[in-house]
């Protein structure tokens, strides 16, 4: 269960509060559960989540991995992970930063799997911005506990 928004309600154990996860850490855990095409039963009170909580859950091209294929981890080092997955004809690679301090991640695409080295540019799907390749290198900021979810093709 996502334990996002306002939890806690009427439990029998611990009082009424918002969740503990930062929004950061909130995305980290949406992504890795959409990588993983798990059931999204999200455990919070819907009416009083917070707007930037509820967006989390509506962003399409995230969504969109849960209709994906081949999710796996590649690479694991120290507190990078990255994981790769496919879903309707796009590349998604989400670069994990597990470190308690906010990281700039560079990567070539050659190390990332990207099937077209030749791409210019690729999307970041959580905020739709696009994110230049200089030289087959990507170059992206990552909050601490964060994730960036990159979408190439």
């Known amino acids: 269960m996502l334990p996002f928004g306002r939890i806690g309600i009427r439990g029998h154990v611990g009082r ?3 969740s503990r996860l930062t929004l950061e850490e909130q995305r980290t855990v949406m992504t890795l559960w959409c990588l993983l095409r798990s059931p999204l039963m999200f455990g919070g009170h819907l009416p009083d989540t917070p707007d ?4 989390l859950l509506k962003r399409l091209d995230v969504l969109a991995l849960r209709e994906g294929q081949d999710a ?3 690479v694991r080092d120290g507190d990078l992970v990255i994981w790769s997955a496919h879903a309707r004809g796009r590349e998604y690679r989400a670069l994990f930063w597990l ?3 906010p990281r700039m991640l560079r990567a070539h ?4 799997g990207v099937k077209d080295p030749a791409v210019a540019e690729c999307e970041d799907a959580w905020s739709g911005e696009a994110v230049p390749i200089d030289g087959g290198w990507v170059e992206v900021d990552v ?3 964060g994730v960036r979810l990159l979408v190439f093709g």
């Open 99 to 101: 470190g308690s301090e």
């Open 109 to 112: 695409v050659d190390d990332l």
């Open 72 to 74: 796996r981890e590649i």
């Open 16 to 18: 009424d509060r918002l």
């Open 143 to 145: 909050p601490a506990h």
């Open 52 to 55: 930037d909580t509820l967006a």
